[in-house]
């Protein structure tokens, strides 16, 4: 079954602490899709990123980044140089699809909080 | 903005009755899927439609139904309602396509008291 892991429950640094949000994920399809999503305190969930199973190549959007990694089944969330408005909690997600239709199957978030 | 549209925005109610949560899509996005959240079981499916009709189902308890109409906006429908029920409901559209990402409304809050 697929499947996505986040160990981390909870995260909690220092504003401009560098920060890493592990997410593993499992499935049998050999294409496949990830993405990461933000949830504010204000609760909406927010889309961050989009990446698909057959482009490893690292993504840098500012402070955000992404490393992608099919041998481990990993794709990894960076902060660079963290600042309190990435108080959050972070979600990783796969996209499992049949014939007809599908969905995103969600990890269980990480809580990461920023102090000032 | 996401674009994509819920009401209401919260919800109180007692158990045994029933609600009906909205949900407008974004413009042009064909596919809007409902998502529950809650403490102890997180971000869970519970259904897809896809131009009107329905194209996948998760978790989703009978006491609950969804549909699209024509013009592309939802319905959800929770009936019986027990206090396990009190979540973030999420609606969220896409154009359809298992690399669509899902663009999310902000959320129906439900509580049975």
């Known amino acids: 079954a697929q499947k996505v892991t986040q160990a981390q429950t909870e995260i909690s640094v220092v504003e401009k602490e560098d920060v890493t949000l592990d997410c593993v994920y499992e499935t049998r399809d050999t294409t496949y899709y990830l993405f990461w999503y933000k949830q504010p305190p204000s609760g909406e969930l927010v889309f961050l990123i989009r990446?698909?199973?057959?482009?490893?190549q690292n993504e840098i959007s500012g402070r955000y980044s992404w490393n992608f990694q099919k041998s481990t089944s990993s794709f990894n969330f960076t902060i660079t140089a963290s600042q309190v408005v990435d108080s959050a909690v972070y979600f990783c997600a796969l996209s499992e699809w049949g014939n007809q239709g599908g969905k995103l199957i969600f990890g269980q978030g990480t809580e990461l909080s920023v102090k000032p | 903005d996401s674009g994509v549209t819920q009401t209401p925005k919260h919800l109180i109610t007692a158990t045994g009755q029933r609600v009906t949560l909205r949900c407008s899509p974004r413009?042009?996005?064909?596919?809007v899927y409902w998502y529950q959240q809650s403490l102890d079981q997180g971000l869970q499916f519970l259904i897809q439609?896809?131009?009107?009709?329905?194209?996948a189902k998760g978790n989703i308890l009978e006491r609950f139904s969804a549909q699209q109409f024509p013009d592309l906006h939802s319905e959800l429908n929770l009936s019986s309602l027990e206090l396990g029920d009190s979540a973030l409901y999420f609606c969220?559209?896409?154009?359809?396509?298992?690399?669509?990402?899902?663009?999310f409304g902000n959320g129906t809050r439900l509580t049975v008291t």
């Open positions: 439609y896809y131009n009107g009709e329905e194209r």
């Open positions: 413009s042009g996005d064909l596919s």
């Open positions: 990446r698909n199973s057959f482009d490893e």
């Open positions: 969220a559209s896409s154009v359809g396509g298992k690399n669509s990402p899902l663009h």
